[in-house]
């Protein structure tokens, strides 16, 4: 039996600094505060909640996109399902149409029917809360929040979507622990497949790509390019009143740091794996869909990779699963890790 979590994009200790910040205005500390305790009390309702048993749109796209009108009730109204035509409302259709590209990204690319592996309906809920500032992937569906309208805008952008997306289809299939490094791996699957996601849609090569994930979820109100970077973990913001991205693309970091307040510390560690990926997929060149998310993804599919994996675990899943492509790919990703302080030679 599968166990619900909660796993939003903004990290816990970024809303902490706005909700405490002297200079942030009233709005916005609110926001980050009622963003905090909702976060964590959608967690608690929907553990107590069983497993998906809703439609399954067999080997066809189902969508099922709920408008919780600003309330704190996750499938409140029905906003628009499949086959419906637009409405008139941006989110509820950007949620509808990144759906669609999700699913066929997965399936062309890797063979996944829909987020289980089992033909799942896609289920979304916009308008979540008041100026919830965060998305999450609550165990059945993604939720997204508005923003405060201060720092941060509306969560339903192509990216933050596939990440939580990315975490059912993790849940899926070898469902991590949300702590330590399981949670870590958790968190970078989630932006991995975001990134390699995005890349697809634009039709990058690993070259090409700026390798960022939430570039669009911040208000020009703040210094930074976006949420995160796999090309330079702990460079994507530096911000007087957010603060700056401390995530670590070391793993002799991860070792030595530790915040107990965020899943330990799985926000900040999972620049490891991320930036593991990132220099992989330069190091073979081309899509980086291609050849490294192929590997990856038959890593976290692998029977073998546990649910309180650490990044050693699926480092060697990753080079098992490279040696089909050959001894020159399986040296790149040896190189890979080595290059984040795995040494697997
Ligand atoms: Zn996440």
Known sequence: MLTPLACCIVPPYVLARIAEHPDAPEQARISARSTLGLANTLASVR????????RWGGRRLDRMIYDCKNTRIVDMEHARFENELAV??????????????IFSFFHVVFGRNSIDDRGMSMLGSVHYGENFSNAMWDGTQVVFGDGDGVYWNNFSSLDVVAHEIMHGITQHSVHLKHQGESGALDESMADVFASMFKQYELNQTAAD??????????????????????????????????????????????????CTDDFGSAHIHFGVPNHAFYLFAI?????????????????????????????????????????????????????????VGINLD
Do not use: M
């Open 47 to 54: 553990a107590a909640i069983v497993p998906y048993e809703g």
């Open 88 to 101: 008139d409302d941006a989110s509820v259709n950007r949620c509808y149409d990144f759906f669609e590209a």
């Open 209 to 258: 790509a700026d390798w960022l994930i939430g570039t669009e979820i911040f208000t020009s109100r703040v210094r930074g390019d976006a949420l995160r970077s796999l090309k330079a973990p702990g460079s994507a913001f530096d911000d007087e009143i957010l603060g700056k991205d401390i995530q670590v693309a070391s793993y002799d970091k991860v070792l030595t740091k530790s």
């Open 283 to 339: 190091a073979l060149g081309g899509h980086s869909w291609e050849r490294a998310g192929t590997i990856w993804y038959a890593a976290l599919t692998d029977k073998d990779l546990k649910s309180d994996a650490g990044f050693i675990d699926f480092a060697t899943l990753t080079i098992k699963h490279a040696q089909g492509y050959g001894d020159s790919v399986a040296a790149a990703v040896i190189e890979a890790w080595k290059g």
